[in-house]
């Protein structure tokens, strides 16, 4: 059965940076459009970054919510069945517990898997 584990998490200063992964067991997601999400306290599950399925040759589709845009990226590799997220610049206001998912499409970053992982805490404090 599919099981997402995110990792990467920790406390950094403002401007700082970090990168998560999630990594894929007892399932293949190479075929799946996947996602990134965030959620602090006291707020709702967001989506942050998503990355399509097909690599073209400027590289794969990829989304990103307004705040993290020009300062998060998002990347694949189909061998490790990994999804990862390069944060830099991090402000306070990415502080959140942060996780990876399926989604049904980019457009709309609805998740698929309904079994979430624990995901990674980032916290950003000076």
């Known amino acids: 059965q599919l099981q997402l584990v995110e990792s990467g998490g920790g406390v950094v200063q403002p401007g700082e940076s970090l990168t998560l992964s999630c990594t894929a067991s007892g399932g293949i997601i190479r075929y799946e459009e996947m996602a990134w999400f965030r959620q602090a306290p006291g707020k709702q599950r967001e989506w942050v970054a998503g990355?399509?399925?097909?690599?073209?040759?400027?590289?794969?589709?990829?989304k990103y919510e307004d705040s993290v845009k020009d300062r998060f990226s998002i990347t694949r590799d189909l061998r490790e069945n990994t999804v990862t997220l390069e944060m830099n610049r991090l402000k306070p206001e990415d502080t959140a517990l942060y996780y990876c998912?399926?989604?049904?499409?980019?457009?709309?970053?609805?998740?698929?898997?309904?079994?979430w992982g624990l995901g990674t805490q980032v916290t950003v404090s000076s």
């Open positions: 998912n399926l989604v049904t499409s980019l457009q709309t970053m609805t998740p698929k898997f309904d079994r």
């Open positions: 990355i399509g399925t097909v690599r073209y040759s400027t590289g794969y589709v990829t």
